[in-house]
């Protein structure tokens, strides 16, 4: 069993990642931005750390990083503006990747996006910002040290886990459920062979196991 530092534990995934980790035996550490998502981040059995990730650099997840085998991020600016998405989704996940770089914590899970995701309506700035700095944050992951899984959800819908999805290094654009999204990240961090792979993630008719079972390198 791990403990695992998660990014995000309030959003649509992270809300349902966490107590999977909890319920498989993980020792779950929980950033959350506001006082009043601690409480029910403990009845989940998580323990909450309070932080907001438009203000938190390097130097300060540090510390909270330290002594954890695991570092999930599945935090995102949902849509709340360039600047934050520049912040949460550009920037953010290259300061976890020098915390952890500092804090000697190796393995690191971000949730990304799906490269088609949206595509086929009138081009929007915003989104294509928002790809943009993706992008920049994937490419940023994968020239680090660190043994990563960078998973490229297609467009997420507020449903939970049905337990069927289709997974691999390249898919047919699709829409996959949050749960479904939580439970394959439960999934990858029991699966410690998956590393260094950008996962393309939709709902489909394999279990996450069956799915992720193909990507599986044994080191």
Excluded: C
Aim: glycine share 10%; no cysteine.
């Amino acid at each position: 069993m791990a403990r695992i530092f998660l990014i995000g534990s309030t959003g649509g995934v992270g809300s349902r990642l966490a107590p999977m980790l909890v319920a498989a035996g993980h020792e779950v550490t929980a950033l959350h931005r506001k006082p009043e998502q601690a409480d029910r981040l403990r009845a989940q059995g998580a323990t909450p750390v309070q932080g907001d990730i438009m203000e938190l650099m390097a130097q300060d997840l540090v510390p909270m990083i330290e002594g954890h085998g695991i570092v999930v991020f599945s935090a995102g600016a949902a849509g709340s503006g360039v600047e934050r998405t520049s912040r949460i989704d550009g920037e953010g996940p290259r300061e976890v990747v020098a915390a952890m770089d500092r804090a000697g914590v190796d393995r690191l899970y971000l949730v990304s996006a799906f490269p088609e995701a949206g595509r086929g309506r009138d081009p929007n700035p915003n989104f294509e910002h928002y790809m943009r700095v993706k992008k920049e944050a994937d490419a940023a992951v994968v020239r680090s040290d660190l043994s990563w899984v960078i998973l490229r959800p297609g467009t997420l819908v507020s449903e939970e886990e049905d337990g069927g999805i289709s997974a691999g290094l390249a898919l047919p654009y699709g829409s996959v459920k949050r749960g479904n999204v939580a439970r394959v990240l439960a999934t990858l961090i029991d699966m410690p062979a998956i590393r260094r792979e950008l996962i393309e993630l939709t709902d489909g008719d394999e279990t996450p196991e069956d799915a992720l079972s193909t990507l599986r390198r044994d080191i």
